[in-house]
């Protein structure tokens, strides 16, 4: 898998790029690529799972103009993915080497092995891991002096109470005509890009993602959201919101099991699911 590389510029000749960055978030999950010589700890040990589930959702408004084949097949791929395991099989240092299961829509799977410096934001999938233990203000990746952890939160579970490291970027961008004319685009073109990210503090390990991005102009208006949030672990207990839909559904047919042996009824009653 490839890295993803956000970079707060301006060239229009990014706009590929920065469109790309949106769906391959969920594809490679490099999100940023740093370096340093300093020791970070793992939050994670062999044997740990992580389950995440995602989400894609583009809105595109250009009767007129026709996107690059890449965007098209970026496009493609991120619809088709349904959810990922990222299980931890070695940790050496700062370097975390994890086996992933990547599952699609039409029921085929994609297994991949790799490895990610949490130290220095380098690997196959970083954006899932970063040390533990990180605090407001302290460095995503060391040596990259624009990612910091913005604060710490803390958030209900069914299990109790966890502590969340939290990073939310906003970028806007202004794109001159010159840097349009290659993209045989007019302007004006504004875009506007969202990326709030929560890593459970003890373990580094993603909590939730959320990118968004906007992009408006006289030719093309474009609206694309990604999102991965983790759904099941073997190292703590996440929000598993069906799993309490089902046993609400269970107790109410309980109820009304009871309620029938107790008193039959002469009205009929229609339940829909």
């Known amino acids: 898998m490839g890295k993803t590389v956000i970079e707060k510029g301006t060239q229009m000749a990014n706009i590929k790029l920065k469109t790309a960055t949106a769906l391959a978030l969920i594809i490679s999950s490099s999100l940023f690529a740093c370096v340093s010589a300093q020791t970070r700890t793992p939050g994670v040990s062999e044997g740990n799972s992580f389950k995440y589930l995602f989400f894609f959702d583009a809105n595109m408004s250009n009767p007129d103009y026709l996107l690059p084949s890449m965007f098209d ?26 086996q992933t299961v990547m599952q699609f829509k039409n029921g085929t799977q994609q297994t991949t092995t790799g490895t990610t410096d949490i130290a220095t934001g380098q690997g196959d999938f970083t954006m899932f891991l970063i040390a533990a233990n990180l605090n407001a203000n302290d460095l995503v990746y060391q040596g990259n002096t624009g990612e910091r952890i913005n604060g710490t939160i803390t958030r209900t579970y069914p299990a109790g109470q966890r502590e969340v490291n939290y990073q939310s970027i906003s970028m806007e961008y202004n794109v001159t005509d010159e840097e349009l004319s290659s ?67 269970a107790l109410t047919l309980s109820t009304f099991a009871i309620i029938k042996l107790q008193k039959p009824s002469s009205k009929n009653h229609k339940f829909s699911s």
Do not use: C, H
Request: aromatic share 6%; hydrophobic share 40%; charged share 15%.
């Open 73 to 98: 097949a970026l496009m493609e791929q991120a619809k088709s993915i349904d959810s990922m395991e990222l299980t931890i099989t070695k940790v050496q240092g700062s370097i975390i080497t994890a």
């Open 183 to 249: 993209f045989n685009l007019e302007g004006p073109l504004q875009q506007t890009n969202t990326q709030d990210v929560y890593w459970d503090k003890i373990t580094g390990s993603l909590v939730e993602m959320s990118y968004q991005m906007t992009t408006r102009s006289q030719q093309i208006n474009a609206d694309i959201s990604v999102e991965v949030k983790l759904a099941q672990s073997n190292v703590y207990t996440v929000p598993e919101f069906p799993s309490v839909i089902i046993a609400l559904i």
